[in-house]
């Protein structure tokens, strides 16, 4: 275990206990509530007997969706908080979900060609470098399986949505690739049920600028399906709101690609 991955533990372990948005369990999830969230970009169809691993996606979440879906559902995640959220989540609805503590850039434990579909939500930019990541899901996924995976939108990486001057957002900070963008945001505000928010340290994160992200997932077989930036759909949000800031500035991408093999 190395000093990235013991700290990233620690600190989603601190996240999840804190009730951070992606620790919160789909409790209420249907059928259809599933459907629509993994279906909804028209890429993947049907699930039903896959073998999908969910990446680095703990929380009781993603999991769940693709087993009311009917899918083999693994679920690997760094912190050990948030795959019980994943127990219980699967309690909840009845489900049987494989659940695995571990560090995305090390799937060794699977064998080759294990997975129809690989999901990873926002997780790579907690690696310092994603090329054992992506020669990981390469190698554990089947030819022709399905790779989804969210990454930081790498040009406003470190744009802070509350620098809104009246005018526009502060993109001042150079262009890194591999840069520690957890220096310039030491804390994440989480939300509490009764609006007040608490304190928490970041977990380390990286930028991967866009050049690094498509030809390291070229390189290892991929081949380009779909991207879709992530905005807000609020009608005349108001300037400075981070609504606003997501359509001027869209955080991080939805990508689906294809493994050759």
Same mark, same amino acid.
């Given at each position: 275990?190395?000093?990235?991955?013991? =700290?990233?533990?620690?600190?989603?372990?601190?996240?999840?206990?804190?009730?951070?948005?992606?620790?919160?369990?789909?409790?209420?999830?249907?059928?259809?509530?599933?459907?629509?969230?993994?279906?909804?970009?028209?890429?993947?169809?049907?699930?039903?007997?896959?073998?999908?691993?969910?990446?680095?996606?703990?929380? #009781?979440?993603?999991?769940?969706?693709?087993?009311?879906?009917?899918a083999k559902v693994t679920v690997m995640?760094?912190?050990?908080?948030?795959? =019980?959220?994943?127990?219980?989540?699967?309690?909840?609805?009845?489900?049987?979900?494989?659940?695995?503590?571990?560090?995305?850039?090390?799937?060794?434990?699977?064998?080759? /060609?294990?997975?129809?579909?690989?999901?990873?939500?926002?997780?790579?930019?907690?690696?310092?470098?994603?090329? @054992?990541?992506?020669?990981?899901?390469?190698?554990?996924?089947?030819?022709?399986?399905?790779?989804?995976?969210?990454?930081?939108?790498?040009?406003?990486?470190?744009?802070?949505?509350?620098?809104?001057?009246?005018?526009?957002?502060?993109?001042? +900070?150079?262009?890194?690739? #591999?840069? /520690?963008?957890?220096?310039?945001? @030491?804390?994440?505000?989480?939300?509490?049920?009764?609006?007040?928010?608490?304190?928490?340290?970041?977990?380390?994160?990286? +930028?991967?600028?866009?050049?690094?992200?498509? /030809?390291?997932?070229?390189?290892?077989?991929?081949?380009?399906?779909?991207?879709? *930036?992530?905005?807000?759909?609020?009608?005349?949000? *108001?300037?400075?709101?981070?609504?606003?800031?997501?359509?001027?500035?869209?955080?991080?991408?939805?990508?689906?690609?294809?493994?050759?093999?």
């Amino acid at each position: 275990m190395d000093e990235i991955n013991k =700290t990233n533990r620690e600190r989603w372990n601190a996240l999840a206990s804190a009730n951070v948005e992606w620790s919160r369990p789909f409790l209420d999830f249907t059928l259809e509530k599933a459907a629509e969230y993994i279906y909804r970009y028209d890429i993947i169809k049907d699930v039903a007997g896959k073998e999908v691993l969910c990446l680095a996606s703990g929380g #009781g979440q993603d999991s769940v969706a693709f087993g009311l879906l009917g899918a083999k559902v693994t679920v690997m995640d760094l912190s050990d908080i948030q795959l =019980t959220r994943d127990q219980q989540a699967a309690a909840h609805h009845n489900l049987s979900i494989e659940i695995i503590q571990g560090d995305m850039r090390d799937l060794s434990r699977f064998p080759d /060609n294990s997975f129809d579909l690989v999901w990873q939500p926002y997780s790579v930019n907690f690696v310092p470098r994603v090329e @054992p990541v992506y020669r990981g899901v390469a190698r554990v996924l089947k030819p022709g399986g399905i790779y989804y995976m969210q990454f930081a939108n790498p040009f406003v990486h470190t744009v802070d949505d509350e620098t809104w001057d009246g005018n526009a957002y502060s993109l001042n +900070r150079s262009y890194i690739d #591999g840069e /520690n963008t957890s220096n310039y945001f @030491p804390h994440w505000d989480v939300t509490q049920d009764d609006d007040s928010t608490i304190k928490i340290e970041s977990p380390h994160e990286f +930028r991967h600028n866009l050049s690094t992200v498509l /030809n390291t997932l070229a390189k290892s077989g991929f081949i380009f399906l779909y991207l879709q *930036e992530y905005m807000l759909k609020d009608k005349n949000p *108001e300037p400075g709101s981070w609504a606003h800031f997501t359509q001027v500035s869209p955080p991080w991408f939805d990508s689906f690609w294809k493994f050759e093999g």
